[in-house]
């Protein structure tokens, strides 16, 4: 008989820790399961923040909205006259939480059929191959044990001083999306990815919205270029964004909330909003997590530390998702999950986090993986650009979608493919062709010698691996020599 309760336990149920649970559990080994989340009425739910109150929801309520905004404003062109639209914002939300119940519930039939156990309530690393586990409605702990144990906790949305939350009229993103009427004026703090999606859906709905992004400079995590024509395409929709602009202060005031704010020159103002939402990033859920007398170490912003395949300083203990180093992706801590179990399978399972791709799921999308151009020059390496706008491409223009632009980087000396830059409708899909170049270190001529599917917005894909060596065909350039 084994002195171990399971050969793992997880800790947290989001994308890292549910995936690590489900491959381990593939793999043969005893596996279990710890999560604290429930809905609004108390009932249990896997998939964490993501599923329950993040990813899912969001892309949910930015579908429905864009469904809306095109209704209103571009079916006519095509023809559809329609009158009296009116929007249901309550059968809104119901689809959406209908869309995070199947999915929740499709976890749990997976966990069932794998032979997870799903623990329900809370879990504490009381050091290596310890855990104590109280389940829901209990006071007192239960010791589990197991030969390893992954930390999976997720995060939570950041905060302000400057703006404490009320989750009335000055909301976290979580709160951004359960508001029950559309606010006349929307102030965002942040305009980062969680800000201009949330913008993004309330504005398409009708709101007036402005967002106050305290860097200088927008999206520096992007490439510039296409960082400067993302930020024009998005005040054509109607999003103000005033870089520079710093909160000094955000109160609740009667039915709505007053924000004091410096802009980018210095002067100090207040505007008056019917709702605020502080999108100002996410941070470790790590508080609670383990016992002060486990030993695990944390650097300074309180995410665990790890090494290249996830392991902390603890024997048998790993870490994963958005409480360690890296991006705060679901698939980013997916991918850990499965590398992790891997490992404690007795695999080999990697992750090249050079290659992780990330998306704003605004209309159009916005999506990269890869360095830009200027860390190609900072690095020192020789490189070559492709490019092509989507107005020249024949399905975006056959769907009035030629907003975008598409641009990869290759190797000037080996061609080898470095990275993809994508501002187009479907970035999110299209991003992944390149991922799988990138992932078999395919060369920019292996993308142009691809046949794609006519007509399709994949083509500007193939388009701009044609650039490379100068040869796009539909891009009325100069032409130079290419190489044969």
């Not at 820790?17 to 489900?22: E, H």
């Amino acid at each position: 008989m084994s002195e171990y309760d399971y050969d793992l336990i997880v800790i947290g149920a989001g994308p890292a820790g549910y995936v690590a649970a489900l491959r381990a559990a593939q793999l043969g080994l005893r596996t279990a399961c710890i999560d604290r989340w429930r809905d609004r009425e108390g009932t249990p739910r896997l998939g964490g923040t993501c599923l329950n109150a993040g990813c899912i929801p969001s892309k949910a309520l930015l579908e429905s909205s864009l469904r809306y905004a095109r209704l209103r404003d571009e079916f006519a062109e095509h023809g559809v006259l329609v009158g009296g639209i009116t929007l249901d914002l309550a059968q809104t939300h119901a689809r959406k939480q209908a869309a995070v119940q199947r999915l929740t519930q499709g976890i749990a039939g997976l966990f069932s059929a794998q032979g997870v156990d799903w623990l329900k309530g809370e879990g504490r690393l009381l050091g290596p191959r310890r855990v104590a586990f109280v389940p829901h409605g209990r006071k007192k702990p239960r010791t589990l044990a197991a030969e390893h144990i992954v930390l999976a906790p997720g995060s939570h949305p950041g905060t302000l001083d400057t703006a404490p939350v009320d989750g009335t009229y000055i909301v976290d993103s979580d709160g951004a999306l359960e508001f029950a009427e559309v606010p006349k004026r929307l102030a965002i703090v942040g305009a980062g990815v969680i800000g201009l999606e949330l913008g993004t859906v309330w504005r398409r709905f009708g709101a007036e919205v402005l967002l106050l992004e305290a860097q200088d400079t927008f999206l520096p995590i992007a490439d510039a270029g296409f960082a400067r024509l993302a930020l024009k395409s998005y005040a054509s929709q109607g999003l103000e964004i005033r870089l520079g602009a710093r909160v000094l202060d955000a109160r609740v005031s009667g039915h709505g909330a007053r924000v004091h704010y410096s802009d980018a020159d210095g002067e100090e103002r207040q505007e008056r909003f019917d709702r605020v939402i502080v999108a100002v990033g996410r941070r470790p859920s790590t508080g609670g997590l383990y016992s002060d007398d486990s030993g695990l170490q944390l650097d300074e912003r309180r995410f665990i530390g790890v090494d290249t395949h996830c392991r902390t300083n603890l024997p048998g203990v790993w870490a994963i998702g958005d409480a360690v180093r890296g991006p705060m992706l679901a698939h980013k801590g997916a991918e850990e999950g499965i590398m992790v179990a891997e490992r404690i399978a007795g695999g080999q399972g990697e992750i090249n986090y050079e290659h992780i791709p990330a998306v704003i799921y605004t209309e159009p999308e916005f999506a990269w993986v890869g360095p830009t151009e200027e860390q190609l020059r900072q690095a020192g390496i020789p490189y070559r650009s492709g490019r092509f706008p989507l107005a020249a491409n024949g399905r975006a223009v056959a769907q009035g979608e030629t907003d975008g632009e598409i641009k990869l980087l290759a190797h000037a000396e080996t061609d080898r493919l470095l990275a993809a830059h994508i501002f187009a409708p479907q970035a999110s899909e299209l991003v992944a062709q390149a991922m799988i170049a990138l992932s078999l270190q395919g060369s920019a001529e292996d993308l142009a010698r691809t046949l794609y599917a006519h007509p399709s917005l994949s083509e500007a894909v193939h388009e701009a691996a044609l650039d490379i060596s100068g040869c796009a065909l539909h891009l009325a350039k100069p032409r130079r020599k290419s190489e044969t």
